[in-house]
């Protein structure tokens, strides 16, 4: 940046995860003066602390467990988990140490200027960045992008903050395994690491406060996960809170009901919250307590000038595919490409546990209390020709929602090997909101689990 505390630009990025990044990279590349500002690193959560080192776990976690099926499919294997290897694996390839040196040149190559330091919205169209130096201002003429993000949550519980709980920032940097972990939290990051761990040798708890795991997903979804973590030695306990957390040596977790939990190490994945605090939100006219930011279908603050805001913030999903495609919209708005508008009714997601779960649109109660007419179809993946063939591992369903009145699908799930890979043709179908009829009068390839798909049109009533 020039040495100066006061800089004129087009767009002002504040946040650069993927969103972000992608949005002062082709901004830059299309002629624009960008600015993007970030206090951390470069890239944001998921390339250094969540997607992407987290399924390096999973990847490796899931070959052990294969590995270890092959006696009932077709030999003898004796399997030795090594920890090193990931460890190394995320480290090295995946987050060069957890510096972003290469990502920023990525950022500057593109064109854009990138200030590193904390920035806070000083009335419209204006930023003060705090960095290790002082205070850089900018002035944006075409406005400001928000993609500030979030960062794990971590409940007031008694006792917590003075112990040295994990969060997912700290799960994907251990070096040595402990012996025994409780995980405070059922969602889709409990789950997916809590298996991760127990497949590499570790004694794992998952504790969750809400009455089953994976609380967004159908409850059949949680239950064919909750069966596989069970059946793999992971004690699952739902429907009871956490009432203290005390740690000498190792970590007491008091439940509501009683009882105790014990482990060497506790993983705290109790959801996440936006990074909204302390932004400057007041300083545009807007709530500054919000949790999230409301905005048009092009990405407009609503209420505001020159504002945008994608990703996390907007509460339209956290998800890393949810930010890319927002920043798209925001990127065709300030290069007066068209008048994209943004569409969600088939916001897709997966959860990488073994079974795996893919999910898209309304699950059958959300369709229920939208006042829909709703016919909801099961196909039991283990029943399914692949599935037989398949014998271990297959434990899965594929379940589809659909509005009678209409006669489309509104919403699916498929549990199941490779369950967020079946689930795209449901996407399309729901987001192109194909017929029923054309959906049951298709071809689909025998024997694949994505067949079950056209058994699961059949069961619909």
């Given at each position: 940046m020039p040495d100066t505390t006061e800089v004129e630009v087009d767009v002002v990025v504040i946040g650069l995860g993927p969103?972000?990044?992608?949005?002062?990279?082709?901004?830059?590349?299309?002629?624009?003066?960008?600015?993007?500002?970030?206090?951390?690193?470069?890239?944001?959560?998921?390339p250094y602390f969540g997607c992407i080192p987290s399924k390096m776990m999973i990847r490796a976690a899931d070959a052990l467990a294969e590995a270890r099926r092959v006696p009932a499919l077709g030999g003898a294997t004796e399997v030795s988990a090594d920890w090193t290897t990931v460890a190394d694996r995320i480290r090295d390839e995946a987050t060069d140490d957890w510096d972003d040196q290469v990502a920023v040149e990525r950022l500057e190559s593109a064109g854009a200027r990138f200030v590193r330091g904390h920035g806070r919205l000083a009335g419209p169209g204006r930023?003060?960045?705090?960095?290790?130096?002082?205070?850089?201002?900018?002035?944006?003429?075409?406005?400001?992008?928000?993609?500030?993000?979030?960062?794990?949550?971590?409940?007031?519980?008694?006792?917590?903050?003075?112990?040295?709980?994990?969060?997912?920032?700290?799960?994907?940097?251990?070096?040595?395994?402990?012996?025994?972990?409780?995980?405070?939290?059922?969602?889709?990051?409990?789950?997916?690491?809590?298996?991760a761990f127990a497949r590499f040798g570790v004694e794992v708890s998952v504790i969750e406060a809400f009455?089953?795991?994976?609380?967004?997903?159908?409850?059949?979804?949680?239950?064919?996960?909750?069966?596989?973590?069970?059946?793999?030695?992971?004690?699952?306990?739902?429907?009871?809170?956490v009432t203290a957390v005390a740690h000498e040596g190792a970590f007491s977790i008091g439940l509501a009901d009683g009882t105790s939990v014990?482990?060497?190490?506790?993983?705290?994945?109790?959801?996440?919250?936006?990074?909204?605090?302390?932004?400057?939100?007041?300083?545009?006219?807007?709530d500054p307590a919000a949790r999230v930011l409301e905005v048009t279908k092009r990405m407009r603050v609503k209420g505001t000038q020159g504002l945008w805001a994608i990703g996390d913030i907007t509460g339209k999903?956290?998800?890393?595919?949810?930010?890319?495609?927002?920043?798209?919209?925001?990127?065709?708005?300030?290069t007066d490409d068209g008048k994209p508008r943004a569409d969600y009714r088939a916001v897709s997601r997966a959860t990488f546990t073994d079974p795996e779960v893919g999910s898209v649109g309304m699950t059958e109660q959300q369709a229920r209390d939208a006042g829909l007419r709703v016919g909801v179809g099961l196909a039991p993946l283990p029943e399914?020709?692949?599935?037989?063939?398949?014998?271990v591992g297959n434990d899965g369903i594929i379940k589809v929602v659909a509005d009678l009145d209409r006669e489309i699908l509104v919403g699916a799930t498929a549990v199941g090997p490779s369950g967020g890979e079946v689930i795209g043709m449901l996407v399309t179908a729901i987001h192109a909101q194909v017929p029923l009829a054309t959906l049951r009068g298709?071809?689909?390839?025998?024997?694949?689990?994505?067949?079950?798909?056209?058994t699961a049109l059949g069961d619909l009533s």
């Open positions: 969103g972000g990044e992608h949005v002062a990279a082709s901004l830059a590349r299309a002629g624009l003066e960008v600015v993007g500002v970030d206090r951390r690193l470069v890239g944001g959560e998921c930023v003060v960045v705090t960095t290790a130096d002082g205070e850089v201002a900018l002035t944006a003429r075409r406005g400001v992008v928000l993609n500030t993000g979030t960062e794990p949550a971590v409940p007031p519980i008694p006792g917590l903050a003075d112990t040295p709980y994990w969060t997912n920032r700290d799960a994907v940097r251990v070096r040595e395994l402990p012996a025994s972990l409780a995980v405070l939290g059922g969602g889709a990051i409990g789950c997916e690491l809590a298996q009455d089953r795991i994976l609380g967004p997903e159908e409850p059949e979804a949680s239950a064919v996960v909750r069966a596989a973590l069970e059946a793999e030695g992971v004690t699952v306990r739902t429907g009871v809170g014990g482990a060497d190490a506790l993983l705290v994945a109790a959801g996440r919250r936006t990074n909204l605090g302390d932004v400057g939100l007041d300083t545009v006219g807007l999903g956290a998800f890393t595919h949810m930010s890319m495609y927002q920043a798209g919209i925001v990127i065709r708005v300030l399914s020709s692949r599935g037989w063939i398949h014998k298709m071809h689909f390839a025998y024997p694949t689990f994505h067949r079950a798909i056209e």
